[in-house]
């Protein structure tokens, strides 16, 4: 069977991420593992995915190994084509994982290098249509008392739909409760076989009451090597009718096995009711051996001149997959001015690195996986120089049970050491 290759596009493409939503994420998803013989080849458009790290992969005909969740998600999505519209997922050929629970303690260093328990810990359970997870802290009196509760249940699974719904609950220092939030996620799959996922956010009122707070639309379309995507963000007006207030389009179009790109448009409410065009973005993919390497520009229309678009930002990326599964990262971002300040009107498009986050995968110690992933920014205070390293180590592991990932955060210090400023150890445990 031939196989595909990764190629990847940063994560500033925001037609993926979409309109940024306050979502309840259930912990400890129940993942199903299912043996499935080798089919023939097939033609199948690109599969798009975010690695570790935030890069987004794009999966093409190639001729490496793609990693293990993209091939998943094509034999599903596959599966779903090929399935009556109408028929519910039988029980007896499913291969449901089990149930499965999570705890998670955390602990930071203080001054004198002690390990000191942090005040909110964490438990969950989840199984194969539903989880939940609960956050506790110890308030004033010395109580443990819940401070978060989220929750995900499937409520509709067929061959061509999908409705899942997500809960969080906020409570207040004594365990009172404070305020609730719902997260209904559609999906379908059309006629035409584009797949539609509708999402809608409600939060309670002064009076209990579930209230529409926003509404997101994403159509995909898959036409030979073209995807087209539309992702529509609505809001309630004054009327509490539904009101697009931002739109973004993308086309990603994959032209052999070694190259492709990705073309977004981003409007945005002008505040007189019009869509107008605020940000556009070109991502630009090649391949060359085991090493993928995406650029990708964003123009943003000029704040002195409105009917222009000016180059605002430049990143690079690399990833290299090794066949015998480790990988390394880098992304580097290029802008006229460090991340989080404006935009110097002067400046006349020589941008300077601000930013840079690089990431190696390898295996650990007993059979487990180790992530370190080193970030370096721009000082905004100092823009001549780059402010101090962050590192965060993960190391999952298997156990007789489950597995446990431990998680270690350092910071550089004034001297160039690298000290350690917290530690959380997460074990799931298979019932």
């Known amino acids: 069977m031939r196989k595909r290759l990764p190629l990847i596009l940063l994560a500033v493409a925001p037609w993926l991420s979409g309109v940024t939503l306050i979502q309840a994420q259930a912990q400890g998803e129940a993942q199903s593992k299912e043996s499935q013989a080798e089919q023939p ?19 093409g005909v190639g001729s490496s190994t793609p990693p293990a969740k993209v091939e998943e998600a094509e034999k599903k999505e596959e599966a779903v084509a090929e399935a009556p519209a109408e028929k ?10 089990g149930p499965k629970s999570t705890t998670v303690s955390s602990y930071t260093y203080g001054p004198d290098g002690q390990k000191r328990a942090e005040a909110i810990q964490s438990a969950g359970s989840a199984d194969a249509d539903s989880s939940q997870t609960t956050r506790t802290l110890t308030n004033t009196h010395g109580r443990a008392v819940p401070y978060l509760t989220e929750s995900s249940n499937v409520l509709k699974s067929t061959a061509g739909d999908e409705v899942v719904e997500k809960r969080l609950n906020r409570y207040d220092t004594n365990g009172n409760p404070v305020s609730q939030q719902l997260v209904r996620e559609e999906q ?28 997101v639309v994403e159509t ?21 009718r539904f009101k697009t207030y931002e739109r973004t389009q993308s086309e990603r179009t994959q ?5 492709g790109n990705v073309k977004t448009v981003r409007q945005a409410d002008d505040g007189l009711g019009r869509l107008i065009d605020v940000e556009r973005s070109e991502s630009v993919m090649s391949r060359s051996g085991d090493a993928a390497t995406t650029e990708t520009n964003v123009w943003q229309r000029s704040v002195v001149n409105q009917e222009r678009f000016e180059l605002t930002e430049r990143t690079v990326g690399k990833l290299v997959e090794k066949p015998d599964g480790t990988a390394s990262e880098t992304v580097e971002v290029y802008a006229a001015s460090a991340g989080g300040s404006a935009n110097n009107l002067n400046n006349t498009g020589s941008f300077d690195l601000q930013e840079r986050i690089q990431r ?32 965060r180590r993960q190391v999952t592991r298997p156990t007789a049970t489950g597995e446990a990932v431990e998680t270690h955060t350092y910071e550089e210090g004034v001297n160039g ?15």
Do not use: C
């Open 188 to 215: 379908r799959r059309l006629p035409d076989g584009s797949i539609e996922k509708t999402i809608t956010t409600y939060e309670s009122d002064i009076n209990g009451r579930m209230n529409p707070v926003e509404r």
């Open 417 to 431: 050491a690298m000290l350690p400023i917290g530690t959380t150890v997460e074990t799931i445990e298979n019932k």
């Open 360 to 391: 190696e995968t390898t295996a650990a110690p007993g059979g487990g996986k180790q992530e370190v992933t080193t970030s370096q920014s721009r000082s905004i205070a100092d823009p001549s120089r780059f402010g101090r390293k962050s590192v």
């Open 88 to 97: 519910e997922e039988s029980p007896a050929t499913a291969a449901p994982a």
């Open 41 to 59: 080849p097939a033609s199948a458009a690109p599969t798009v995915t975010r690695s570790t790290g935030g890069i987004i992969v794009v999966t």
């Open 220 to 240: 995909e379309k898959k036409t030979g090597n073209v995807t087209r995507t539309t992702v529509t963000a609505e809001r309630p007006d004054i009327n509490k």
């Open 255 to 259: 032209h052999s096995d070694e190259s």
